[in-house]
């Protein structure tokens, strides 16, 4: 008995505790699609068109508690799946003196450079048609290449409503050089900062602290090499110092998940199932430029090229994005699914913070590489 006691207590304080609010699951609550009746809950997710008159985008706030008495308490509402483009470039040189082989020469080769900016011009129209957003973290070399080689293209990508986001591994360029090389052509870089790794956050955060206060969201923190054990964690939060996977009301930094990270309609179904009340649920997909290859014999380096017949020349990478945005029309339509640069996901967190719930004790974690994912996923970006 003894040791039954504080189960005994433990049972009592949980069964007082959802007494009161007791709720259908999530699940069972749809069900009752075809009832006739508009719940609230039906509304808030935008399903059971045939109960509810007003079909539309799914409420992000608002409307008067249900119960005067719990007035105190969060609105309900589930957000939809804020989904954005992310494209990386990497640093072309390491330390400032040793070449990458497996980087694109950005600053260093002129026609190369020119071939990537004419095939991101191509996907960021292909890609704004579909009304969708790419955030795209340029490190040092790429922005150089942009000054030197194609002075025009950092606006002309903004003009299309993507946006510009500096990332870094900081081996000889700090975020803030990082930052400024934008900037110096031509950028208007947003307050994200990507490319920082797990084990380095806690002493990160503080040193971003001092030296680069302009950055406020966090983007994919990284395990080295994107191995298995990656945070895969799909909502919105602030890390608090101490422990950046837990939320702090207080913190400084808005930190975007990333979701599952994989280019697939399935796992973005997967998130749309598993939508969040209360939350601000994020996807992202992911494409980088050396992915988009040049035709091959037309001068420039094999490592760079593909025939038209491969997946990975640039005009069929453009297409295979453009059926795969167009498979998610349908989820558009309903309103599950909603294009968002990440600037705009981080205010949409600040505007509804009030009514959110941070339920994570512990983050989901990606049982194999990014790599390992992105080839079973079918991406030919590889
Ligand atoms: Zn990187």
Redesign the pocket.
């Known amino acids: 008995m003894k040791k039954l006691l504080p189960i005994l207590i433990l049972a009592l304080v949980l069964l007082s505790a959802c007494g009161e609010k007791e709720e259908l699951p999530l699940k069972d609550q749809l069900s009752q699609c075809g009832d006739n009746i508009c719940q609230e809950i039906e509304e808030d997710l935008g399903k059971c068109p045939e109960d509810c008159e007003q079909l539309g985008l799914p409420r992000l706030a608002g409307g008067p508690p249900s119960d005067p008495q719990r007035e105190t308490e969060i609105t309900a509402f589930t957000s939809p799946l804020y989904f954005t483009i992310v494209m990386?470039t990497?640093e072309d040189t390491g330390s400032c003196r040793n070449p990458k082989a497996q980087i694109p020469d950005y600053d260093g080769d002129e026609n190369l450079m020119l071939h990537f900016t004419s095939a991101m011009r191509e996907f960021g129209e292909m890609v704004a048609s579909h009304s969708a957003k790419i955030n795209m973290g340029n490190?040092w070399t790429f922005s150089n290449g942009v000054e030197k080689f194609d002075p025009t293209f950092y606006t002309d990508f903004e003009a299309m409503g993507h946006e510009i986001d500096a990332?870094a591994?900081e081996s000889c360029i700090n975020y803030e050089g990082v930052r400024q090389a934008i900037i110096d052509a031509g950028g208007t870089p947003t307050k994200v900062a990507s490319?920082i790794k797990e084990d380095e956050i806690t002493e990160e955060l503080e040193y971003l602290d001092t030296l680069s206060p302009s950055f406020q969201i966090l983007w994919g923190v990284a395990s080295p090499g994107h191995n298995e054990g990656e945070e895969m964690s799909s909502w919105v939060w602030r890390p608090a110092k101490d422990d950046w996977t837990q939320h702090d009301p207080n913190g400084k930094y808005i930190h975007i998940g990333h979701g599952a990270y994989t280019n697939s309609i399935e796992s973005v179904e997967e998130a749309i199932a598993n939508l969040q009340p209360n939350t601000i649920n994020t996807f992202a997909v992911f494409a980088t430029p050396r992915e988009f290859k040049a035709e091959m014999g037309t001068g420039i380096s094999d490592d760079w090229s593909a025939t038209k017949k491969e997946c990975g020349y640039w005009a069929n990478m453009i297409e295979w994005w453009d059926e795969f945005l167009t498979e998610l029309d349908v989820y558009v339509e309903s309103g599950e699914l909603e294009y968002a640069t990440l600037t705009e996901i981080a205010e949409t967190f600040e505007e509804n913070e009030n009514n959110l719930i941070f339920e994570q004790s512990e983050l989901p974690r990606s049982a194999e590489s990014m790599t390992s994912r992105r080839k079973q996923s079918g991406y030919c970006g590889l």
């Open positions: 990386h990497e490190d990332h591994h490319g």
